[in-house]
């Protein structure tokens, strides 16, 4: 399907700067394709409840030393 759009000057030299001579529409498809795939995992994200209340944890009062707490309980760590 064809459709026309209009784009500005500094966007299109862009384009003809990144795209292979001759597959102008094909690099637009994959760059469309890929936005539109981005687009859609943020929607997923933001359908998903939040899985973690907002408080209530036990790193609320001090989270660094949460984290150091975390990172010397990790056996996988080396020293």
């Known amino acids: 399907m064809r ?9 299109v030299a862009e384009l003809d ?6 597959q102008r529409s094909a690099f637009i498809c994959e760059l469309i394709r890929r936005g539109l795939d981005d687009e859609q995992r943020w929607d997923d994200i933001d359908a998903t409840p939040c899985a ?8 609320d009062d001090d989270p660094a030393e949460w984290v150091r707490r975390q990172r010397r309980g990790d056996d996988r760590r080396s020293g």
């Open 52 to 59: 973690i209340d907002d408080t209530g944890h036990e790193w």
């Open 17 to 22: 700067r990144r795209a292979v001579a001759g």
């Open 3 to 11: 459709i026309h759009i209009a784009l500005p000057d500094d966007l």
